[in-house]
C-alpha cells in the first residue's frame, strides 16, 4: 500500500483509499478539466473538495503540494516509474494523465503537437479572458461605473470563441473526429460563460453555429456529465 504520509497535503485530507490518485478540486472551469479527464480514462481516483471560499488553497499543507495557491492538483501513488508524483497546472495534469493511459492524445507526433497549442491557448488566452469577463460581468466587478474593464475582456473574449467557431468548422472535435485533451481543456470554459457568468450575449454567443454545436455534444459525454459534478461543492 502506498505510504502518503510525506505529503502535507495527505494528512489534512486523508486517503481513503491511498493506492489511487488523488485529486485536491473544486468543480470551477479549471477544477472540472481534470476531474473530466479522470472519468473520461477511468482511472481510479479519489475526489477532495478543496473550499477556496475558506482560502483552503492557502493552507500550509495545500501550498506543499501547489505553491501557487490554485486548484485542481493531484497526488498520484503511482508515477513515473512507481513512485509518487504531485502535480498542479490543469494542463500539465491534462497532459500527465492523457500520457499515462494513452488516451485523448494523438501518438501522432504532428497531432499531439496540434492538440497541446490548443490546450495552451486555452491556458493562455481563452480561460484567464473569460475568467475576467466573468470578474466584471458576475462579481464584485459588475459593480464598477467605469465599463471599460469589462468592455475590453467583453472584445477579446468574443474575439477568442470566434477562433474557436472557426476552428470548429466542419469538425466535431477540436482536432476533427478525435475528441481529446483539446475538447476537455475548453468545454468547462464555455460552459460558464454562457451559463453562470451569463455572458453570452456580450460575446455574440447567439451569432455561432459551430461552438454551440460542440459544446452541447461535450456536455452530452456522460463522463462530462460527471466531471462537471466532481467533487461535491462545499
Known amino acids: 500500500m502506498p505510504d502518503l504520509t510525506a505529503f502535507p497535503v495527505a494528512t489534512r485530507w486523508p486517503a481513503r483509499h491511498p493506492d489511487r490518485l488523488q485529486l485536491y478540486s ?3 472551469p479549471n477544477g472540472v478539466k481534470v476531474s473530466i479527464m479522470l472519468e473520461e480514462t477511468g482511472l481510479p ?7 477556496i471560499g475558506a482560502d483552503e488553497t492557502w493552507t500550509p499543507e495545500f501550498l506543499a503540494l501547489n505553491p501557487n495557491g490554485k486548484i485542481p492538483a493531484i497526488l498520484d501513488p503511482n508515477g513515473p516509474g512507481g513512485a509518487p508524483l504531485a502535480l498542479f497546472e490543469s ?5 500527465y494523465l492523457a500520457e499515462k493511459t494513452g488516451k485523448f492524445l494523438p501518438e501522432d507526433p504532428a497531432a499531439r503537437y ?3 497549442q490548443w490546450v495552451m491557448w486555452q491556458m493562455a488566452g481563452l480561460g484567464p479572458m473569460f475568467g475576467q469577463l466573468g470578474f466584471f460581468h458576475k462579481f464584485a466587478g459588475r459593480d464598477y461605473e467605469d465599463k471599460r474593464p469589462r468592455d475590453r475582456y467583453a472584445k477579446e473574449s468574443a474575439r477568442l470563441i470566434r477562433v474557436l467557431e472557426t476552428r470548429l468548422e466542419g469538425r466535431d472535435w477540436i482536432m476533427g473526429a478525435d475528441y481529446t485533451i483539446a475538447d476537455i481543456a475548453l468545454l468547462g470554459w464555455v460552459r460558464n460563460l454562457v451559463g453562470f457568468y451569463g455572458a453570452g ?3 455574440g454567443y447567439d451569432e455561432l453555429v459551430n461552438v454551440p454545436a460542440w459544446l452541447a455534444r461535450g456536455l452530452a459525454r456522460p463522463a462530462v456529465q460527471r466531471g462537471l459534478e466532481i467533487p461535491p461543492r462545499p
Open 201 to 203: 450575449e456580450l460575446v
Open 26 to 28: 473544486l468543480p470551477t
Open 45 to 51: 481516483y479519489e475526489a477532495h473538495t478543496i473550499n
Open 91 to 95: 494542463g500539465a495534469i491534462l497532459v
Open 114 to 116: 496540434e492538440t497541446l
